[in-house]
């Protein structure tokens, strides 16, 4: 599975946010957008998922069924644990009751918040939260896992283990994931897509864009 995007371009109001951005995304890869705010990363996430289709170029025309997106600020749903959130995402399977309990199980596991599966979503820290978010995407089965910030309110050793389980996840996924964290960014992703200004600023391995960013650090000194 390939992802290609082609000169995109959009604009909102008369106000451009996109500006001939060009892409591609393998899968099995763990690709991460960066840039200040209002360059168009969560904007590109929509393209991708066609909440937004007034925009110029070309884009691979995925079906939205192969696509688990986790925008920002989900709602925190009322009244479910941990368990039932996760399971949520097998809304619609042919599994069996025993089947859909051991699957959530399992991806509990994975995503490392087993301990917890019984507490009300309501109760736990943001960074379980994100875990259980993800859960409950990869329940879906889709090919494609994408997620804008989801790090807002976690902390550092928190943003390293969820990177982490992130890695493990791309080795059979195609992740794309919107962050401010550029040093987990190189560390983790394979790839990043960085944009300034509307523009593509950056595209390529993480390692190569570590030797720039390291660069203009040393600079900017």
Not at 85 to 106: F, I, M, P, Q, R
Request: a positive charge; charged letters at 20%; glycine letters at 6%.
């Amino acid at each position: 599975m390939k992802l290609f995007a082609n000169n995109i371009g959009l604009k909102i109001n008369g106000m451009e946010i996109l500006n001939n951005i060009s892409f591609q995304i393998y899968n099995n890869s763990f690709t991460c957008i960066i840039g200040p705010n209002g360059v168009g990363k969560s904007s590109i996430l929509k393209i991708i998922t066609k909440q937004i289709t007034n925009y110029s170029g070309s884009i691979t025309d995925f079906n939205i069924s192969q696509i688990a997106y986790l925008p920002q600020n989900l709602p925190t749903p009322p009244f479910l644990n941990v368990r039932e959130v996760a399971s949520l995402g097998l809304y619609g399977s042919k599994l069996s009751h025993k089947e859909k309990n051991n699957s959530t199980l399992d991806l509990l596991d994975e995503c490392g918040i087993t301990s917890i599966k019984d507490r009300l979503f309501t109760d736990i820290s943001s960074g379980e939260k994100q875990r259980t978010w993800l859960a409950f995407a990869l329940a879906q089965s889709k090919e494609i896992i994408i997620m804008d910030e989801p790090f807002a309110e976690i902390d550092l050793l928190g943003r390293e283990k969820f990177f982490s389980l992130l890695k493990s996840i791309a080795q059979r996924k195609m992740l794309i994931l919107v962050t401010h964290d550029i040093e987990m960014a190189i560390r983790y992703s394979n790839r990043i897509i960085s944009l300034k200004q509307g523009q593509k600023h950056f595209d390529g391995a993480s390692a190569d864009f570590k030797k720039i960013w390291v660069q203009s650090s040393i600079n900017s000194q």
